[in-house]
């Protein structure tokens, strides 16, 4: 009788990853009733960036956790989507989702510290600062999308496009409408400075983009 090799992914870390996040999302919601449950309606209804966005700003213990939890559910979406499209440049192990984990953790702080800078440097510091906390707050909430598609990647469908597809869409409906809200009620602040605003989007917003995406092309 000949041995058979067989490799078995261990589900232990990923199910200890969605712990994590639960346990971040249970604790906002225990502190944070009234705040959490204007949250998980953000897209629908602004209520929650009329009435954080002055006094909530970015060191908020909720808007920590729900930042904490988009991170880490963000990071395992970007696992599962790496091994479903077969990058090469990272292997399925423990290690990967770290490495990943640690790419959006300086990328997230490096682009915040680059508009807080930005803001400082031309005076724009009170725009700048609301528009980081009202767009990350968007990426938060859809943190939400992320953490619901990887249970269905661990458990339900694995190795699923579609669901990696739909996901990204869901993502970026929702921070296209945290885009569209943001130019709305910040309009006549953007007028006035539609010179450093225009400069922020091309610099910190569109141009990371072109050259992430130039990156994964080649």
């Excluded at 956790?65 to 077969?86: D, G, K, P, R, V």
């Excluded at 440097?121 to 609301?130: A, I, P, R, W």
């Excluded at 859809?142 to 990204?168: C, E, Q, R």
């Amino acid at each position: 009788m000949n041995t058979i090799e067989r490799s078995i992914d261990s589900l232990d870390w990923m199910t200890l990853v969605l712990l994590l996040g639960l346990t971040l999302l249970a604790v906002g919601k225990y502190l944070y009733q009234t705040r959490f449950m204007s949250f998980l309606i953000l897209p629908f209804n602004n209520k929650y960036i009329s009435m954080y966005s002055k006094k909530g700003r970015l060191l908020n213990w909720f808007h920590i956790l729900m930042t904490l939890f988009q991170i880490i559910n963000f990071s395992l979406f970007l696992y599962f989507a790496f091994q479903i499209f077969e990058l090469p440049f990272l292997n399925k192990s423990t290690s990967a989702y770290f490495i990943i984990l640690a790419m959006v953790v300086l990328i997230l702080l490096l682009k915040i510290v680059l508009q807080m800078s930005k803001g400082y440097v031309f005076n724009t510091h009170s725009l700048v600062n609301e528009i980081i906390y009202n767009k990350l707050s968007y990426f938060n909430h859809s943190g939400l999308i992320m953490f619901i598609a990887n249970i269905m990647l661990i458990y339900i469908l694995k190795d699923s496009k579609p669901i990696v597809y739909g996901t990204i869409f869901l993502i970026l409906f929702i921070n296209i409408i945290g885009m569209i809200n943001i130019l709305k009620n910040r309009q006549k602040m953007i007028v006035t400075n539609v010179f450093y605003f225009i400069l922020y989007l091309c610099t910190l917003e569109i141009a990371p983009l072109v050259i992430i995406g130039g990156y994964l092309k080649d």
